[in-house]
């Protein structure tokens, strides 16, 4: 077997098609968009590259075939934060059921990071954000990715696990029909903050879209950012998040709670636009952008999902959280609304306290997936994330 960095185009191919190939009978998996995964490891698309590096190999056998593929990453803005070492990243990893295989894959990850100063890796994980290309699947086989989501073999979690890497949080994704009632602690709650007149909540609609990427950028920091590892939202990463979103974004699934007019909450979704990319096989070309329009005109997607949540430490605990999720459940299930089924993803279990939000809307755990992280020095005591809140 032999390990190929990724240099050419038709390198890049190889990169793309290996799943195409392992995944041809699997029912529920979905293809990537062949841009969305190119756009990672492009200098001029991922901002990343201003503060990290990354790399890409194929891995081939004997006859010249193509069984696995993997990424290595260095984010110098999270390599120290909120670790005990410094820490990099592999991910886009793709493998036959052969476990040396995958070893060589993984060791040339480590190997790279190693070189780079590093003393762990985590993974699956992406060179950037992290609401997309994050996690291993260990349940929900039988159901559809979400956009931009891991979907995976059950065999990958046996390579990472005998390779060393263990748990270092699980991300739960949620599902439920739109229709339907909530926990009645949470109208309690909602009931609550209702009675103050100094909140607000309400979708942004369209003509304020402008006000977008700061909006999220202050919310985000205030809510999120401050927690251990997790990175500020740059303004232009904002405004880049708020641009890839805008060609799918729906006013009435872009919700924000205001104290005395300043944003203080979001429940931001989306479409979930994998119901209409699974019909286009990768391309988004001139065919794969007509199925697209045709699909969306139609509004054959009945299916929401979760992007982001969250509010702002000084408003916790007040029942600011159910408050929002009332008010966007109100306007759900008036007459018209497009939804039939909804999903929140990427909550951490580091997060105990929005996971008792979610179990508020009567929404059972019908994802989970896992990061993993691998200590290059095994005799040093593991951790896992903590617990935030």
């Not at 820490?87 to 793709?94: I, K, R, S």
């Not at 990427?213 to 500020?232: F, M, S």
Request: proline residues 5%; contains cysteine; aromatic residues 14%.
């Amino acid at each position: 077997m032999k390990i190929i960095e990724v240099t050419s185009k038709e390198h890049q191919h190889e990169f793309l098609m290996l799943p195409v190939r392992l995944y041809k009978n699997e029912p529920y998996w979905i293809r990537p968009l062949d841009k969305d995964v190119e756009a990672v490891f492009d200098r001029e698309k991922n901002k990343t590259f201003q503060h990290g590096e990354s790399i890409r190999w194929i891995l081939q056998n004997e006859s010249g075939e193509t069984i696995g593929r993997i990424a290595a990453f260095v984010n110098q803005k999270t390599v120290k934060k909120g670790n005990d070492q410094p820490t990099g990243g592999l991910g886009f990893f793709e493998c036959v059921q052969d476990q040396q295989a995958a070893f060589m894959l993984f060791d040339a990850a480590k190997k790279w990071l190693q070189d780079r100063g590093m003393e762990a890796m985590d993974g699956p994980i992406n060179f950037g954000n992290r609401d997309r290309w994050w996690g291993l699947l260990i349940e929900g086989y039988d159901r559809e990715p979400n956009y931009q989501c891991n979907y995976n073999f059950s065999y990958y979690k046996d390579f990472f696990e005998a390779y060393g890497f263990q748990v270092y949080f699980y991300q739960l994704t949620f599902g439920r029909p739109i229709e339907g009632p909530l926990d009645d602690r949470l109208y309690e709650k909602a009931s609550l903050v209702e009675q103050n007149p100094d909140y607000s909540f309400g979708y942004l609609p369209k003509s304020q879209w402008d006000t977008l990427p700061t909006k999220i950028k202050d919310v985000y920091n205030r809510a999120w950012a401050k927690r251990g590892e997790i990175p500020e939202l740059t303004e232009a990463q904002a405004r880049h998040l708020v641009k890839q979103m805008k060609p799918i974004m729906d006013e009435k699934l872009l919700w924000f709670g205001y104290y005395k007019d300043e944003p203080i909450a979001f429940f931001l979704s989306l479409p979930e636009v994998n119901q209409i990319f699974k019909h286009v096989k990768g391309k988004l070309d001139a065919l794969g952008k007509l199925k697209f329009v045709w699909h969306s005109f139609r509004k054959t997607n009945k299916k929401a999902f979760g992007l982001l949540f969250g509010v702002v430490p000084e408003h916790q605990g007040k029942g600011v959280d159910g408050a929002i999720i009332e008010a966007f459940r109100k306007m759900a299930h008036a007459k018209g609304f497009a939804y039939e089924h909804y999903e929140m993803n990427w909550i951490g279990d580091f997060n105990p306290k929005m996971i008792r939000v979610v179990e508020q809307i009567n929404a059972p755990v019908v994802k989970r997936h896992a990061t993993y992280r691998k200590l290059f020095d095994e005799s040093k005591p593991f951790k896992r994330m903590p617990i935030v809140g």
